[in-house]
């Protein structure tokens, strides 16, 4: 078992993925779990997430993010969605909706590394279109889709991507 630094570690884009090989459903549960233990403004979890395994839904997803071919590769496509009106209600609009933006990408980058603690590789998109993906799904009019975050097994070794020295982005005050 790896420790929590040893998974951070191990986190890296994948980007191919074993069609066949299936992702468990109780690894699935365990990822959306351990996400959801992530902190949120207020505890509001104002996020709601939809997780899209039929294999013609991933291939028109890629429809909307055109470059992402491996959307409709990997067995699962995590859709994070910002629920503004949770925290909007709590907090008001302006820090409702940072709140919102916060929640569902920590919420987001925590499946990220649950995956990995689960022995599956993930990768976030980011660049799609987010109407064209809330009407392909079907999505509540409330919601915004603010992550894809595919996972499954991976297929490949991933390129280690570089990191900026500390030095150059953290200052002690
Ligand atoms: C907010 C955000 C948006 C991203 N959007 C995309 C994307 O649209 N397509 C893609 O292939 N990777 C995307 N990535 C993945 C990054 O390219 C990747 O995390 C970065 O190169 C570091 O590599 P690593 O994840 O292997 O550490 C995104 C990552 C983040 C955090």
């Known amino acids: 078992m790896w420790s929590f630094f040893e998974t951070v570690r191990n986190r890296h884009s994948v980007r191919r993925y074993e069609p066949d090989m ?14 959801t233990a992530a ?3 207020g505890d ?18 890629v429809e909307f993010s055109p470059r ?12 994070f969605c910002a629920d503004p009106q949770r925290s909007v209600d709590r907090f008001g609009e302006q820090a409702g909706k940072l709140f919102a ?17 689960a022995g599956l590789a993930s990768a976030w998109v980011g660049d799609f279109e987010a109407k064209g993906v809330a ?16 996972v499954g097994y991976p297929a490949e070794l991933p390129e ?13 005050l």
Do not use: W
């Not at 509001?44 to 997803?61: E, G, K, S």
């Not at 992402?68 to 859709?79: D, L, M, N, R, S």
């Not at 009407?135 to 595919?150: C, H, M, Q, R, S």
């Open 39 to 41: 902190p949120s403004a």
């Open 68 to 79: 992402h071919e491996f959307i409709a590769e990997a067995p699962v496509c995590i859709v």
């Open 160 to 172: 280690l991507t570089p990191r900026v020295p500390l030095t150059e982005i953290v200052e002690f």
């Open 101 to 117: 933006m916060q929640d569902t990408t920590i919420v987001a980058s925590y499946a990220q590394l649950a995956a990995v603690a």
């Open 44 to 61: 509001l979890q104002a996020y709601q997430i939809f997780v899209v395994t039929d294999a013609v839904q991933r291939q028109n997803l």
């Open 135 to 150: 009407a392909l799904l079907g999505l509540p009019a409330k919601v915004e889709p603010i992550a894809l975050i595919t």
């Open 22 to 35: 299936e992702v468990e459903r109780e690894k699935l549960h365990a990822i959306l779990e351990t996400a």
